[in-house]
């Protein structure tokens, strides 16, 4: 359980890191190309990191709580089957 929690907080803790430090990050490594046809033509490298980091920051509250598997689940259910319960 312990080791859960840690885990999760370790998640969180990086997704605030790229967060808070999008723009060094943007400027150590530069823009994706993708991102920006997909997101726009200025801004999109850190949209999509701030995407990124929003996923993560949520995968790490769910293991935080113990929510994650019935998340999956729930997620992958009507695609494979999968009983919630």
Same mark, same amino acid.
């Given at each position: 359980?312990?080791? #859960?929690?840690?885990?999760?907080?370790?998640?969180? /803790?990086?997704?605030?890191?790229?967060? @808070?430090? &999008?723009?060094?990050?943007?400027?150590?490594?530069?823009?994706?190309?993708? /991102?920006?046809?997909?997101?726009?033509?200025?801004?999109?490298? @850190?949209?999509?990191?701030?995407?990124?980091?929003?996923? /993560?920051?949520?995968?790490?509250?769910?293991?935080?709580? &113990?929510?994650?598997? @019935?998340?999956? #689940?729930?997620?992958?259910?009507?695609?494979?089957?999968?009983?919630?319960?």
């Amino acid at each position: 359980m312990l080791k #859960r929690i840690i885990i999760g907080f370790i998640i969180c /803790a990086i997704s605030y890191l790229l967060l @808070r430090h &999008n723009e060094w990050l943007v400027s150590q490594t530069g823009t994706s190309q993708w /991102a920006e046809k997909w997101f726009g033509s200025e801004g999109g490298t @850190r949209l999509f990191l701030k995407l990124v980091a929003l996923f /993560a920051f949520i995968v790490g509250m769910l293991v935080i709580l &113990n929510m994650h598997e @019935r998340f999956i #689940r729930w997620i992958l259910s009507p695609l494979f089957g999968i009983p919630l319960t």
